[in-house]
């Protein structure tokens, strides 16, 4: 089956430790890390973009490597081929293999900032901006005013939880993340990621408790239970 996957870029290394993989010929495209932050209006006019540019083409569906992220995906149209799509809230439940782990890991670990290898080395975003230092935050804002942006910034969060996924070339990422926990004064926990989720996403079966399946004619639509994504039929 020949596939393609439209994913975000701060999974690069598990994707395509998966699709190297596959049963499956997956053609892979990355989009910036960072669509959400741009509100959700403009997150799924850029996906809708590569649905439309992906017409014609040789590919049975679409898969995204994406969950609804902040409603990014919702309201995103599938045209002549079915899209696939995670049943997650972001990219987070993914890392971990399932939504069930992420919430249970969320509930006992309130203040939790997670942290990947694609987190890290693919450049901040504003989101991400409670990773810089204090001496960062002085250097643009003045010593008073870092002071208090850091605290502003970094009050919901004590704890970094970083997610080994076994595709990192070494430790450098894990040390990052210590050091950043270190810094703040935040508790620090590594815990190992799960690849099945991100496996199945690229091999397939796509079975309904794990995957929307959005049919042409029929858009994405956020599920407000434990589902989290549904569908609607575009009129």
């Not at 935050?137 to 010593?143: H, P, Q, W």
């Not at 990052?176 to 815990?191: D, F, L, M, P």
């Not at 399946?213 to 039929?233: F, I, N, S």
């Amino acid at each position: 089956m020949r596939l393609k996957l439209i994913a975000c870029e701060v999974l690069y290394r598990e994707i395509c430790e998966a699709a190297a993989r596959s049963v499956n010929q997956v053609d892979i495209e990355f989009l910036p890390k960072g669509l959400h932050d741009q509100g959700s209006r403009r997150m799924r006019a850029a996906l809708q973009e590569r649905v439309d540019a992906a017409e014609p083409g040789p590919h049975e569906r679409l898969l995204f490597g994406y969950g609804l992220c902040g409603n990014g995906l919702t309201g995103l149209e599938a045209r002549s081929r079915p899209l696939v799509i995670p049943r997650a809230h972001d990219c987070i439940t993914l890392f971990l293999g399932s939504r069930e782990r992420y919430q249970d890991y969320f509930e006992q670990h309130p203040g939790v900032y997670f942290l990947t290898s694609g987190w890290i080395e693919r450049g901040r975003n504003l989101e991400s901006q409670l990773s810089l230092s204090f001496a960062d935050l002085a250097v643009r804002y003045g010593e008073e005013d870092a002071r208090y942006l850091q605290q502003e910034l970094t009050k919901h969060y004590r704890q970094f939880t970083y997610i080994e996924m076994g595709v990192e070339p070494d430790d450098r990422f894990e040390r990052c993340t210590q050091e950043e926990a270190a810094s703040r004064g935040w508790a620090y926990e590594k815990v190992r990621g799960d690849l099945s989720l991100i496996r199945r996403l690229v091999d397939g079966p796509w079975d309904a408790p794990r995957f929307l399946t959005v049919l042409p004619g029929q858009r994405v639509a956020a599920a407000h239970d434990g589902t989290v994504l549904g569908v609607e039929e575009v009129r």
